[in-house]
Every structure is written in structure tokens, then in C-alpha cells.
């Protein structure tokens, strides 16, 4: 009679014990504060949605001449290396072909597949834009024109929108001659929207080589 009571005793505590078990685990399967991987995947696309071509958080922050030319990528292509818009400009900072030429590129396909030749055709552009500027960048920085603190950062960006001579224009012109590209963006929208950064490590070039 003991013999039976002690087997029926083990037998009932292993059977709670592993009911307990498999409880528990069916609570971790099915707690909704557990987050599962489909629910990790919709957050992260929540939280990316509220981003915009203007308030995104580039992943190369601050105000070094790294952050500016990630921010400028960004608006420019979304940083895509192999992107050619319907005007045929090139590249994650949009280049166009007579610009290319100026610089020595002249196979636009290798270009389209070189990040890193792309990265040192934006340097030299700035360098390039940089010396061209030279004169306007001292007689401007610091100035304000319609409402508009001018920074070199911001003429250099705006150089690249729409070349160095319609910068000369606009700040020459005290912002009346306002160049905008097929898009709609404007060389003042560009002064404001770079503004701020410190692209001092750029030497202003006549000739820069890649």
C-alpha cells in the first residue's frame, strides 16, 4: 500500500511540475509585451516613416565635411552610387557629364560602379568650387541676405546645385537672382538647408586631381 501511495505521489509531482513547465512556456510564446520579429520588423518601418527627405538622421552625424557631404548625398540621390535621374545626372551626388569632363572622368559606366571615385570627385569639386569662390567666400560669410546666415558650407553646396557661377549671381545680386534647377530647389533653399558645416579640411584648388 505505501509502495502505491509513494508511486501515485512521484507520478502526480513530475505531471504538475512539467504542466507548470509547458505553462510557462506557452506565457513567453504568447505574452504580448514579449516583442516578436514581426514586431521588431514594424517598429523599425514606423519609426522610418517618420522620417523625411529633410529630417532623416544621417548615419554619419554632426557638422564635420563628412557630415555635410552625407547630408548632401542624401538629398541628392538618397545616396545611391548607381542612380541616373530622367536629366541624366549621375551618381549618389548627381553629376553631370560636362562637370565629369572637367574633372577627367570620362567613362561615366565605371563611374556609376566606383563609390570611391565618386567620394573623391565630390572633394575635388569642393575644392574646385572652393577656389572659383575664393573672393565671394571672403566678402560673404557671415553676412546675411534674406534672412539667410551665408556660410561657406552653404555656397559650396550651393555651388554644386548650380555651379559656381550662379552662386556669384546670387550673392552678388544680394539673392535677387535666385537660380533654381529643374526640381525646384534653389541656391538660397541650399545655403539654408547646408549651412553650418565645416568643410575647412577642403583646400581650394584651380586644378584638383583624383
Known amino acids: 500500500m505505501k509502495k502505491i501511495f509513494l508511486i501515485i505521489s512521484l507520478f502526480l509531482v513530475v505531471l504538475l511540475s512539467s504542466g507548470f513547465s509547458n505553462s ?8 504580448k509585451n514579449c516583442v516578436q520579429p514581426t514586431q521588431i520588423a514594424t517598429v523599425l518601418t514606423l519609426e522610418e516613416s517618420k522620417s523625411s527627405i529633410y529630417n532623416i538622421q544621417i548615419p554619419f552625424t554632426g557638422k564635420s565635411f563628412i557630415g555635410f557631404k552625407e547630408a548632401l548625398g542624401f538629398k541628392e540621390s538618397r545616396s545611391r552610387y548607381h542612380i541616373v535621374n530622367k536629366f541624366g545626372y549621375l551618381g549618389k551626388y548627381q553629376f553631370g557629364k560636362s562637370t565629369l569632363k572637367r574633372l577627367k572622368i570620362y567613362n561615366t559606366n565605371n563611374f556609376l560602379n ?94 584638383p586631381v583624383i
Open 114 to 207: 566606383n563609390s570611391e571615385q565618386q567620394e573623391k570627385a565630390f572633394s575635388a569639386l569642393c575644392a574646385l568650387n572652393k577656389y572659383i569662390l575664393r573672393k565671394d567666400i571672403k566678402r560673404s560669410v557671415g553676412r546675411r541676405i534674406n534672412g539667410i546666415r551665408i556660410t561657406e558650407s552653404g555656397i559650396l553646396a550651393a555651388a554644386h546645385l548650380g555651379g559656381a557661377g550662379s552662386v556669384k549671381k546670387y550673392l552678388r545680386s544680394g539673392g535677387i537672382d535666385n537660380f533654381s534647377d529643374a526640381f525646384g530647389s534653389s541656391i538660397q533653399y541650399y545655403m539654408k538647408r547646408f549651412s553650418g558645416f565645416d568643410v575647412s579640411s577642403i583646400e581650394a584648388n584651380k586644378n
Open 24 to 31: 510557462e512556456k506557452n506565457n513567453r510564446i504568447f505574452d
